[in-house]
């Protein structure tokens, strides 16, 4: 199955969108269409989430698996009653805090979300964005919008609209380009279906954020071909944001690893692979000298730049035709969870331990 359309992109001005964009974008929704957008995270793939057809057009496009569930986008607070039930007052209290901003709730789904939304399940995802064009398309729509990351399933998520026509030229209706979006990674999704909330997913908004609100937050991030029993979030394959090329993540001591990153290069140099890095600036020395296409994302101690360029630096190593990338773990602090967390799923588990 597929969906087809004649794809329509329109620059937006994410200071002052132009009204007369945001109607066409939402008409295009009205009537069953998929829009790309711009959040503060990444682009997302949107389709009216009241309408059950409109969203398996998402799945179309994608070629997203049926058992995803996807996030329903509001803009609104009193939008929630019509998306949720049994919505717990720690939801309230979060979304006073984070919302709008980079933090996905899962909650009890109401009658209205048709059941494609959620993969079958009795829950629903929800997020209020605070990227504008995303506020500007949800208030001039007035509809709950269903969307996914803009991209093909299982590839790096788009943070511009480049991006997004490079997975989705001809199968969605309209792409609102806003530039490149400013997190890069996508929101946290917290699981407050339970008795104590648990992270699903780490991202924009960081544990130790959540924890100044909510001490007892817990993480429970699955990587499902490591692990079977993953059932709250079908989603989290951990072949999810792969490069075309196969990635290699070095974990451990930091001189240790460089040195077997500097080596494997080598190695794999002298093999005639076409060699990538995606390193951190302190590094850069490190691969200076070798016959490798270096992906400089930024310094260290500023993760939120590094969370910023990850996607693009993947699909940039792509593009230019690596057949290896080869990169290291970061701290699993503040932003560093969600990086490290799509670095791992970038490299499908080929983690490389240096002891
Ligand atoms: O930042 C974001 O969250 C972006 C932008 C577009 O909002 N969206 C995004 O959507 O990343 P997607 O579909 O690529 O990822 C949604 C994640 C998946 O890991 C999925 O399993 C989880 O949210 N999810 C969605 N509905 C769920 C549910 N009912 N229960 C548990 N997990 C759910
Ligand atoms: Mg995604």
């Known amino acids: 199955m597929t969906y087809d359309a004649e794809t329509r992109i ?3 001005d994410p200071l002052h969108p132009d009204p007369v964009i945001l109607r066409l974008a939402a008409d295009a929704l009205r009537r069953g269409g998929l829009v790309a957008f711009p959040t503060e995270t990444v682009y997302g793939l949107g389709a009216n989430a009241f309408e059950a057809e409109a969203v398996a057009r998402i799945f179309a496009a994608k070629r997203r698996p049926a058992n995803d569930p996807i996030i329903v986008h509001i803009h609104d607070l009193a939008q929630l009653d019509q998306i949720a039930v049994e919505v717990p007052p720690l939801a ?3 979304a ?10 899962v909650l009890r789904r109401g009658e209205r979300i ?3 939304v959620s993969a079958g ?3 629903v995802a929800v997020r209020m964005p605070s990227g504008s064009v995303a506020r500007a398309l949800l208030q001039t729509v007035a509809l709950p919008v269903a969307a996914p990351s803009a991209n093909t399933f299982s590839r790096p998520s788009a943070t511009t609209a480049a991006h997004v026509l490079q997975d989705l030229s001809g199968h969605v209706d309209v792409v609102l380009d806003g530039g490149a979006t400013a997190i890069g990674l996508e929101s ?6 339970g008795a104590q909330p648990v992270i699903l997913r780490p991202g924009g908004v960081p544990l130790e954020a959540l924890r100044e609100i909510a001490a007892d937050v817990q993480v429970k991030t699955h990587y499902l071909a490591l692990d079977a029993d993953a059932g709250a979030s079908p989603g989290m394959l951990i072949k999810h944001y792969a490069p075309h090329a196969e990635m290699l993540l070095f974990d451990g001591e930091r001189e240790a690893v460089l040195e077997a990153m500097r080596q494997r290069a080598e190695t794999l140099d002298a093999e005639g692979k076409r060699v990538g890095v995606l390193a951190y600036e302190e590094d850069r020395a490190v691969f200076a000298g070798l016959n490798v296409h270096l992906h400089v994302l930024g310094a ?3 993760t939120d730049k590094i969370g910023a360029g990850l996607f693009a630096g993947l699909r940039a190593l792509d593009a230019v035709g690596v057949d290896v990338i080869l990169a290291r ?3 699993r602090e503040g932003l560093g969870a969600a990086i490290d967390d799509r670095l791992m799923r970038a490299a499908e588990g080929h983690i490389v331990r240096i002891s």
Do not use: I, S
């Open 329 to 331: 773990t970061v701290e």
């Open 188 to 193: 946290t999704v917290l699981d407050l279906t």
């Open 92 to 94: 309230g209290t979060l």
């Open 121 to 123: 399940m009795p829950t």
């Open 300 to 302: 260290l101690q500023n």
């Open 10 to 12: 329109y620059p937006v």
């Open 96 to 105: 006073a805090a984070f919302w709008p901003g980079p933090l996905t709730f």
């Open 114 to 116: 048709p059941a494609n």
